[in-house]
Nanobody
Framework: QVQLVESGGGLVQAGGSLRLSCAAS????????RGWFRQPPGKEREFVAA????????HYADSVEGRFTISRDNAKNTVYLQMNSLKPEDTAVYYC???????????????WGQGTQVTVSS
């Protein structure tokens, strides 16, 4: 059983920062695309960011461009999401995912973590 485990969520004031981490089991994950999705309260899950296996290409949702940065440490099989200038609308459960192709659609990510709650207060 492959597993992805998110950490780093919590409560933060608007304008603050959080860094999410997602550790994956297995050396093979170093060659997988890694992504972040989120599900705000009462809304459907949406794409946030993704990074290629080599770390040289990254995509971001327009809503987070310039505020969030995705990175990865393949030696640790870990992907990060640095979230700066947080807004109340960033409040959501954040999920990390892994797949074989760089994509913004959740259907192309076979592996998912359990999610971590991020709450941004005004």
């Amino acid at each position: 059983q492959v597993q992805l485990v998110e950490s780093g969520g919590g409560l933060v004031q608007a304008g603050g920062s959080l860094r999410l981490s997602c550790a994956a089991s297995g050396r093979a994950f170093s060659t997988y695309v890694r992504g972040w999705f989120r599900q705000p309260p009462g809304k459907e899950r949406e794409f946030v960011a993704a990074i290629s296996w080599s770390g040289d290409v990254a995509h971001y949702a327009d809503s987070v461009e310039g505020r969030f940065t995705i990175s990865r440490d393949n030696a640790k099989n870990t992907v990060y999401l640095q979230m700066n200038s947080l807004k109340p609308e960033d409040t959501a459960v954040y999920y990390c995912a892994a797949g074989r192709s760089l994509a913004t659609t959740q259907e192309l990510y076979p592996y998912w973590g359990q999610g971590t709650q991020v709450t941004v207060s005004s």
